[in-house]
């Protein structure tokens, strides 16, 4: 074995029921050299990270890595004997306990002991030596939620750098990071190599991988599609290799008439609730028509969810733009004034969001719906059963009785329920956050013909998604979004793959 | 594409249905067994007299005071919280009434002995609605815990009782007031109120048969429907039998019945209900779906301090003068009644006739207790162990069935 090659991967294969994250991937990195992954959401780049960080351990895939010339051999709950072993992480959500000081999230669960007692002078002298080691710019003694989120990215990389770490992996570091912060990252990345650590850096941003990577390597479907220097390659080169595949018959086809503008949504800005400097929504604008599927893409951090929540009254604060339904201006404050309004959504998170789990199918689908239902304060119940049967047959949700709880049903069904929930309430607009998310390929069908069925018989539907292929697939028009902004509203036929995820990356623009 | 669809039913088949309405009242039925086990064992300690009619009259007249604050407990740990002030709350009001009773009324209405008890009901319940509204306005607007809002009112109303009572014992046994938690129903008119319920139970169940056939909806034989009526119609009879030979229903007792007839129905058949269940199932989702919820918990919080208001008024009347005591201890009474009566702590799950049952468990053991004279220190006991014990053993059935 070469030396020279610190990680190689041989012919690795990851299966969950019914999908197969990683399809015989391999690849090698080189000791010392910063190795870009890009890809879609769900090509499998987060998979290929559990492996390295001992999520999914050894036994659990097929084929073999060998890190630093020994097979890794990862037992079960092995996060810690992975750390020690040298393979650190970053992840893109940040892991630090914000009320404490950056010293102690650096040393969590790995405190220095004396006597059985924190050696807290140590803690904090070790902690300022890695900073100063790598030349981060904090202070030990800082209580971490103090700290802008580029300081606190330092604090995550000197955490994961704090056990004499020889990989150093980082997930979408860049997608909370301001430009600046980005700069002051890639120096820090540089830094890193200076001291012979060798850095995987995974991005949606593609821009960022010239100038900092030596190689990078594009996954698309849980393949490895091709590892190239970076200097041979361009910005669009990688884009065609993230998408570069054909249209499979994979999405009915209907026969729809679009009518009138129904929505508009012209130039919405909005700020995050809880920090109002923080532009969440820059400039959204685009409407939707009857009997139309507007398909949104975006990768994630593009400001999608967020569009929809703020649509629904739930989360960003409206800080300039019009929303109208059916020429109304309106101006959700709450979930139920969007609801009264004629939006419906069908949230990203079924199970977080969408569903109260431990109650019966019945209850789950007329819960925003009971005013239909109810006289003076009593609720009809044989209306309500009626009402809720009706709608889960047209939806073919599979059960035995709507007495069933809802968390017994397969992901799949249970969307169905969510979706029945929303159709109950006989919205004018629909709006689906990611619908098929992690359910089964024969299911997904079934929402896409039952999408289909809806925009038939005039139903205006907004669908979110990750799936890029999705969205060109069920869309008569396609919105794309990219940093808070909508960039540009595209007929179906113009949208190629290469153009949208050029857009939603920002290699082009409109 | 290979799509399978199969029918959706309404209701599956009569025997599923049962079966699974059997699984899942399966707590409930338990529940009711350890009910008839403490009461055989302690029929067989005490010689019999534990199931005197008189002592069955005294362990529900007993009870009735946490009752009525279990059944707003319930709707509260439902929702996600937890209310720690409502013993406190409960003693307060009582103190308010036996105050109300023994220094003011007498004052201006000296010979309207009915008027001065109705305007202390009156008071109590403003008093239980006004702190209820006050705590919940600080839980539900102000977003403040409400462990910690609730223990706040606590020893506020500790304070309260304190301060109204100097230290002292203020009486409360004016004829018309006493009547309240010391009455009974005549056992004749007990008979007639059986004859009323049995009516009422049958117009139900051809009333929901009724609405269900207009819909459309299948009808399970009639015998069934009216199996399932006569348990509890059976039950209600052999008690109010058992109470008549002593003086009749207490009528603390009567008016628990009614006051958890009509919560049980709020709980299951008002949106108010039904968002309350919703909030503690899945608080994002509920909120995405257009409930309101502060609006829910603040009502949350209100009909819990009616109910402390209710519980206060029945407790001055029951022990016939307020005390600096009164209420000591009671919340957790509650607490551990809906825990017992399969209430989640996580929110989202209880019923009310489970911490109904609960109570009835708690009271069950304290009266069995007390009859044998056990000394007060293993009473604490034999409750911590039976607490722990069948929460212990809720948590293993549950593991095991999934």
Not at chain 1, 1 to 14: A, Q, R
Not at chain 2, 11 to 40: C, D, E, G, M, P
Request: hydrophobic content about 45%; aromatic content about 8%.
């Amino acid at each position: 074995m070469d030396n020279e090659i610190i990680l190689d991967f041989e012919h690795i294969t990851k299966r969950f029921p019914g999908v197969v994250a990683l399809d015989d991937v391999s690849f090698q990195i080189r000791r010392g050299e910063i190795h870009g992954i890009c890809g879609e959401n769900g090509a499998g780049k987060s998979t290929l990270v559990k492996i390295l960080s001992g999520v999914y351990p050894y036994g659990t895939y097929e084929g073999s890595v060998t890190y630093n010339g020994a097979e890794l051999n990862l037992g079960q709950s092995s996060i810690r004997e992975a750390a020690e072993q040298g393979i650190a992480i970053v992840y893109q959500e940040l892991t630090l306990v914000s009320t404490r000081t950056v010293g102690e999230n650096v040393y969590l669960g790995k405190e220095p002991v004396e006597h059985g007692a924190i050696n807290w002078n140590k803690l904090y002298a070790d902690t300022q030596a890695i900073l100063q080691k790598y030349q981060l710019d904090v202070n030990p003694q800082d209580i971490v939620s103090n700290l802008g989120v580029g300081k606190m990215q330092m604090v995550e990389i000197a955490k994961a750098l704090s056990e004499n770490a020889k990989v150093l992996i980082l997930d979408e570091p860049t997608s909370a990071l301001s430009k600046a912060e980005v700069g002051k990252l890639m120096d820090i990345l540089r830094g890193l190599k200076e001291h012979g650590i060798t850095c995987i850096y995974i991005s949606h941003r593609l821009e960022e991988f010239f100038g900092i990577t030596d190689k990078v390597t594009v996954m698309r479907d849980g393949k490895i599609i091709t590892t190239q220097p970076i200097e041979n390659v361009t910005q669009n080169d990688l884009v065609k290799y993230m998408v570069g595949r054909e249209m499979k018959e994979r999405f009915p086809q209907g026969q729809r008439h679009p009518g009138e503008v129904i929505f508009e949504v012209k130039d919405l800005e909005a700020v995050d609730p809880n920090n109002s400097s923080r532009k969440v929504l820059d400039g959204v604008s685009f409407n939707v028509r009857r009997g139309e599927i507007l398909g949104i893409a975006g990768l994630m951090g593009s400001g999608r969810t967020e569009l929809v929540l703020t649509l629904f009254g739930e989360y960003g604060k409206v800080t300039g733009g019009q929303i109208r339904i059916d020429g109304q201006v309106v101006e959700p404050k709450s979930a139920r004034q969007a609801i009264d309004s004629g939006l419906s959504l069908v949230p990203e998170d079924r199970k977080k969001m969408g569903l109260v789990l431990i109650q019966s199918i019945l209850r789950n689908i007329s819960l925003p719906n009971l005013d239909q239902f109810s006289e003076f304060f009593r609720i009809d119940a044989n209306a309500e059963m009626q009402a809720s049967l009706q709608q889960a047959k047209s939806l073919t949700i599979k059960t035995s009785s709507l007495d069933v709880q809802a968390l017994t049903l397969s992901g799949g069904n249970q969307q169905k329920v969510v979706i029945s929930k929303w159709l109950l309430s006989k919205p004018k607009v629909l709006i689906m956050d990611d619908p098929t998310r992690g359910i089964d390929v024969g299911a997904k069908f079934e929402i896409y013909k039952l999408m289909n069925d809806l925009a038939e018989k005039g139903e205006a539907i907004i669908m979110i998604s990750s799936d890029l292929e999705e969205v060109l697939g069920m869309s008569d028009r396609v919105m794309v979004m990219c940093r808070g902004h909508s960039t540009i509203t595209l007929p179906v036929a113009e949208a190629s793959q290469e153009r949208v995820m050029s857009l939603a990356t920002g290699v082009a623009v409109a | 594409m290979n799509v399978t669809t199969t029918e959706v039913k309404a209701r599956s088949s009569l025997t599923n249905r049962f079966l699974l309405s059997l699984r899942r009242n399966l707590q409930t039925y338990t529940l009711i067994i350890a009910v008839v086990v403490i009461w055989v064992i302690f029929y067989f300690l005490t010689g019999g007299s534990y199931l005197d009619p008189q002592n069955i009259s005294n362990l529900f007249r007993q009870m009735s005071v946490t009752s009525f604050l279990s059944i707003g407990m319930v709707l509260v740990i439902v929702t996600g919280g937890i209310d720690l002030s409502v013993g406190k709350l409960a003693g307060f009001v009582s103190v308010v009434c036996a105050y109300l009773q023994y220094f003011i009324w007498f004052k201006y209405f000296p010979d309207q002995p009915l008027l001065a008890a109705a305007l202390s009901v009156i008071c109590g319940l403003l008093v239980g609605t006004i702190a209820g509204a006050v705590q919940g306005y600080f839980i539900a607007f102000q977003g403040l815990p409400a462990f910690i809002v609730t223990l706040g009112g606590m020893w506020l109303f500790n304070g309260l009782i304190l301060w109204r009572t100097a230290g002292k014992t203020i009486a409360a046994h004016q004829a018309y007031f006493s009547a309240i938690a010391q009455g009974y129903i005549p056992p004749i008119w007990g008979l007639a109120i059986f004859v009323v319920i049995l009516v009422l139970l049958v117009w139900n169940v051809f009333g929901t048969r009724r609405g269900k056939a207009k819909y459309g909806f299948s009808l399970r034989p009639l015998y069934l429907d009216l199996l399932n009526t006569g348990i509890p119609a059976v039950l209600v009879l052999a008690y109010i039998l058992s109470v008549n030979a002593y003086k009749g229903i207490p009528a603390p007792v009567l008016l628990l019945a009614v006051v958890a007839m009509v919560m049980i129905y709020v709980s299951n058949n008002t949106r108010f209900g039904r968002y309350a269940y919703a909030i503690g199932g899945n608080r994002e989702a509920a909120r995405l779906s257009g409930i309101n919820i502060t609006s829910v918990l603040f009502r949350v919080f209100i009909l819990m301090g009616f109910l402390c208001g209710v519980a206060g008024i029945v407790l001055a009347s029951y022990v016939g003068y307020g005390t600096i005591a009164a209420g000591q201890g009671y919340e957790l009474d509650a607490i551990a009644a809906c825990i017992l009566g399969g209430t989640s702590p996580l929110g989202g799950v209880g019923t009310i006739p489970g911490a109904l049952i609960g109570a009835l468990i708690i009271g069950s053991l304290s009266t069995g207790l007390q009859m044998m004279n056990v000394v007060p220190a293993w009473q604490y006991v034999v409750k911590a162990i039976i607490l722990v014990a069948a929460v212990l053993l809720d948590v293993y059935f549950k593991k095991n069935r999934g």
